[in-house]
C-alpha cells in the first residue's frame, strides 16, 4: 500500500526559508526516484526537484540554486530545503516517485500548502 505524507509547509515572507518532508511507504520509496511537484491555483503539476536512490539530484530551471532535495533511505523520508522563497513559489507541494514521472491517475498525498507573502 503506497503512503505519502507530506508536512512542512506555512506562510513565509519573500526571501524567506521552508523545509519541507515527505514520509513515503517503503514501497516506493525504495524502487522510485523520488521526486517534488508543486501546484499552483489556475496551473497544471510540475515536477520541480527530483533525487535517486543514490543521491543524484535534478531540478527544474525556476527552481535551481534555491532549492535543494534530499533524502534519509532509512528512514524512507525525502526532504526539500527551500531558500530564498519568492511569492511564485506559493503552491500545494506533493511528493511522489519522479521516474516514471507521476501522473494524476496515481496515488497522491494530501500536499503542503506554502504560500510566500509579505
Known amino acids: 500500500q503506497v503512503q505519502l505524507v507530506e508536512s512542512g509547509g506555512g506562510l513565509v515572507q519573500p526571501g524567506g526559508s521552508l523545509r519541507l518532508s515527505c514520509a513515503a511507504s517503503?514501497?516506493?520509496?525504495?524502487?522510485?526516484?523520488m521526486g517534488w511537484y508543486r501546484q499552483a491555483p489556475g496551473k497544471q503539476r510540475e515536477l520541480v526537484a527530483s533525487i535517486t536512490s543514490g543521491g543524484s539530484t535534478n531540478y527544474a530551471d525556476s527552481v535551481k540554486d534555491r532549492f535543494t532535495i534530499s533524502r534519509d533511505n532509512a528512514k524512507n523520508t525525502v526532504y526539500l530545503q527551500m531558500n530564498s522563497l519568492k511569492p511564485e513559489d506559493t503552491a500545494v507541494y506533493y511528493c511522489?516517485?519522479?521516474?516514471?514521472?507521476?501522473?494524476?491517475?496515481?496515488?497522491w498525498g494530501q500536499g503542503t500548502q506554502v504560500t510566500v507573502s509579505s
Open positions: 511522489n516517485r519522479a521516474r516514471p514521472i507521476a501522473t494524476m491517475g496515481d496515488y
Open positions: 517503503r514501497n516506493i520509496f525504495r524502487i522510485y526516484t
